[in-house]
């Protein structure tokens, strides 16, 4: 059993919907990362949040600290947010990523 | 300000050689971290360094080595490279530790 694990692994959505991706962890965290990565490999750093929620323009982060689970929610959704979303946990001296959610959006 | 820069962008070697990959840091990070990620895989930790010094690895072997330095940029080394070390090597620089990383674009390295 991977220590972060996301889900779903993969997801398709028409423009405009709703979108939910978890993230549930076994190992004790200070914070946790969003990530986005786009085909050929750039990588973003969406949010770090250590509780509560976090807002930015379309995307919303949540985390549960004590049911060790975090989403990140996209509203009203765009081909443009199509890639990869990734999260990570600092565990002791390593950061420990999620195995991804691939995110496709048609318009 | 800039952002993280890596070099170069492609690499080719072949196995048994010896690489070095680079990275500059935006400026005031003292945090720089290195990751490898396979084709179709998600990233892997491979070390952290804080203000030259190693702060944090992950599961890689000692032939994978860094240097940080007093600009904050930083190199990764491989050595006896082996045909499973094609990957995209990602550099982050933070403020510190494991806040907000900025991640650069990246240098593939394929092996032969």
């Known amino acids: 059993k991977n220590e972060v694990e996301q889900s779903p692994q993969n997801l398709t959505a028409q423009e405009g919907e709703f979108i939910t991706i978890n993230c549930s962890y076994s190992?004790?965290?200070?914070?946790l990362h969003w990530l986005q990565q786009h085909p050929g490999g750039g990588i973003v750093s969406l949010f770090m949040?250590?509780?509560g929620k976090k807002k930015h323009g379309r995307l919303i982060a949540t985390i549960n600290i004590q049911e060790k689970h975090s989403s990140l929610h996209i509203t009203a959704s765009h081909p443009r947010d199509s890639a990869v979303y990734i999260c990570?946990?600092?565990?002791?001296?390593?950061?420990?990523f999620g195995t991804g959610t691939r995110l496709q959006v048609f318009p | 300000e800039t952002g993280v820069t890596q070099s170069p962008t492609h690499l080719i070697k072949t196995r048994g050689q010896q690489v070095t990959l680079r990275c500059s840091s935006q400026?005031?990070?003292?945090?720089v971290s290195w990751y490898q990620q396979a084709l179709g895989q998600g990233p892997q930790f491979i070390f952290q360094?804080?203000?030259?010094?190693?702060?944090g690895r992950g599961n890689f072997p000692p032939r994978f080595s860094g240097l940080q330095f007093p600009n904050y940029s930083s190199e990764l080394n491989v050595n006896a490279l082996e045909l499973d070390d094609s990957a995209l090597y990602l550099c982050?620089?933070?403020?510190?530790?494991?806040?907000?990383?900025?991640f650069g674009p990246g240098t593939r390295l394929l092996v032969l």
């Open positions: 982050a620089s933070s403020l510190k530790g494991w806040e907000t990383q900025y």
């Open positions: 190992v004790g965290i200070s914070a």
């Open positions: 949040l250590s509780s």
């Open positions: 990570a946990v600092p565990a002791e001296d390593k950061l420990i």
């Open positions: 400026s005031g990070h003292n945090t």
């Open positions: 360094y804080y203000r030259e010094e190693e702060n």
